[in-house]
T-cell receptor, first 116, second 109 residues
Framework: DTGVSQDPRHKITKRGQNVTFRCDPISEHNRLYWYRQTLGQGPEFLTYFQNEAQLEKSRLLSNRFSAERPKGSFSTLEIQRTEQGDSAMYLC??????????????FGEGSWLTVV | DAKTTQPNSMESNEEEPVHLPCNHSTISGTDYIHWYRQLPSQGPEYVIHGLTSNVNNRMASLAIAEDRKSSTLILHRATLRDAAVYYCILRYAGNMLTFGGGTRLMVKP
């Protein structure tokens, strides 16, 4: 399978614990995005990388959230001191940077987080 | 970002065409109209996009009004596997996608 891969698919954690999600984009895609989606809502943009550079961050990305893409390939999203409001699906997506609108964004299946 | 307005939900019968509307009255000249859909428990997937002219692909057709203030996604023969949330999104060039609430399409057998 050469699609966007996310791990783990499901995570249950206690409030106050740290969690980390990993995303492996489609090979040779140099743009990587993170979104968050709560039940009944559309995905909300969190941040995106072009290669290893984090180019944009949403105001939703509080200081408890950190995302990295150290070698321009896979990315991690860490949430520190989780709160119940962090319960959501975290989606990763990737695309090529061609400057053209045809650079379709491909999404992974998401990582579900439940904070209890 | 320019916003889109879609009905919260729609119903269709299997094997019949479905027309999903989208209003985007504040669209700018450089915004492309994209449609994505999200099947249950999956990430969104690309359906189709267009700028001014109507577009067809193997999944759907996109009809764009002449003034570009509205568009319609057309599924020619709905199947049960088309039950999903459909998002109409305005996208400038290669920027990231900004999702709204979408339209939940229910397909009845």
């Amino acid at each position: 399978d050469t699609g966007v891969s996310q791990d783990p698919r499901h995570k249950i954690t206690k409030r106050g614990q740290n969690v980390t999600f990993r995303c492996d984009p489609i090979s040779e895609h140099n743009r990587l995005y993170w979104y968050r989606q709560t039940l009944g809502q559309g995905p909300e943009f969190l941040t995106y990388f072009q290669n290893e550079a984090q180019l944009e961050k949403s105001r939703l990305l509080s200081n408890r959230f950190s995302a990295e893409r150290p070698k321009g390939s896979f990315s991690t999203l860490e949430i520190q001191r989780t709160e119940q409001g962090d319960s959501a699906m975290y989606l990763c997506a990737s695309s090529q940077r061609t400057g053209a609108v045809r650079n379709t964004i491909y999404f992974g299946e998401g990582s579900w987080l439940t904070v209890v | 970002d320019a916003k889109t307005t879609q009905p919260n939900s729609m119903e269709s019968n299997e094997e019949e065409p479905v027309h999903l509307p989208c209003n985007h009255s504040t669209i700018s000249g450089t915004d492309y109209i994209h449609w994505y859909r999200q099947l249950p428990s999956q990430g969104p997937e690309y359906v189709i996009h267009g700028l001014t002219s109507n577009v067809n692909n193997r999944m759907a057709s996109l009809a764009i009004a002449e003034d570009r203030k509205s568009s319609t996604l057309i599924l020619h023969r709905a199947t049960l596997r088309d039950a999903a949330v459909y998002y109409c999104i305005l996208r400038y060039a290669g920027n990231m996608l900004t999702f709204g609430g979408g339209t939940r399409l229910m397909v009845k057998p």
